[in-house]
Nanobody, 113 residues
Framework: QVQLVESGGGLVQPGGSLRLSCAAS????????MDWYRQAPGNQRELVASIDPGGIPNYVDSMKGRFTISRDIAKVYLQMSSLKPEDTAVYYC?????????WGQGTQVTVSS
């Protein structure tokens, strides 16, 4: 059974930082393409950042400079800094594994003073 479990979300003040983690099980993580998406209320889910099995990251232009995606042997991370209220969303971990797609349950990030 494939599981993606996100953690690290919470309430943070504008300008603050958070590090999200996603633990993967049930797949050969080293060959999975991993992404972080987010979905704000009333909006469509949008891609934030991707990382290939070799660790090469790719960012949506609007996320460059503030978000950093990384991975180790079993987790993918999203380091977020200089957070803004408009970054408030549920953040989802996604795995592309062969012809299959898997999603985590999401972790809430709220940026507010």
């Amino acid at each position: 059974q494939v599981q993606l479990v996100e953690s690290g979300g919470g309430l943070v003040q504008p300008g603050g930082s958070l590090r999200l983690s996603c633990a993967a099980s049930g797949i050969i993580f080293s060959i999975a393409y991993m992404d972080w998406y987010r979905q704000a209320p009333g909006n469509q889910r949008e891609l934030v950042a991707s990382i290939d099995p070799g660790g090469i990251p790719n960012y949506v232009d609007s996320m460059k400079g503030r978000f950093t995606i990384s991975r180790d042997i079993a987790k993918v991370y999203l380091q977020m800094s200089s957070l803004k209220p408009e970054d408030t969303a549920v953040y989802y971990c996604h795995a592309k594994y062969g012809r299959y797609d898997y999603w985590g349950q999401g972790t809430q990030v709220t940026v507010s003073s």
